[in-house]
């Protein structure tokens, strides 16, 4: 079992930032990736940023440039710095992290509960 704990979101002003973090603990052998989704209400959810252990990254094309996502392996935590937010970030965000089973090869997903972030104008 690994749980996903995210903090960092809440209420800020067009052109501010925030840092969202997400922390992973229990049964871990190795995060492969780990990254943040987000969602509103009535849409999918969107990849927004990832990161793999050995540091390669990966941004959804509407945040190239703002938002940069970075990880500590020896903490198993991930971050992401969201900078010139735009209204339409508004999204619950969603951290994601995978691993592959030391039996069988099986990818194991885990997802975090989601934390509010909101961008007013």
């Known amino acids: 079992q690994v749980q996903l704990v995210e903090s960092g979101g809440g209420l800020v002003q067009a052109g501010g930032s925030l840092r969202l973090s997400c922390a992973a603990s229990g049964s871990i052998f190795s995060l492969n990736a780990m990254g943040w989704y987000r969602q509103t209400p009535g849409s999918k959810r969107e990849l927004v940023a990832a990161i793999t252990k050995g540091g390669s990254t990966n941004y959804a094309d509407f945040v190239k440039g703002r938002f940069t996502i970075s990880r500590d392996n020896a903490k198993n935590t991930v971050y992401l710095q969201m900078n010139n937010l735009k209204p339409e970030d508004t999204a619950v965000y969603y951290c994601?992290?995978?691993?592959?089973?030391?039996?069988?090869?099986?990818?194991?997903?885990?997802w975090g509960q989601g934390t509010q972030v909101t961008v007013s104008s």
């Open positions: 994601n992290a995978y691993q592959i089973g030391l039996l069988g090869g099986r990818r194991y997903d885990y």
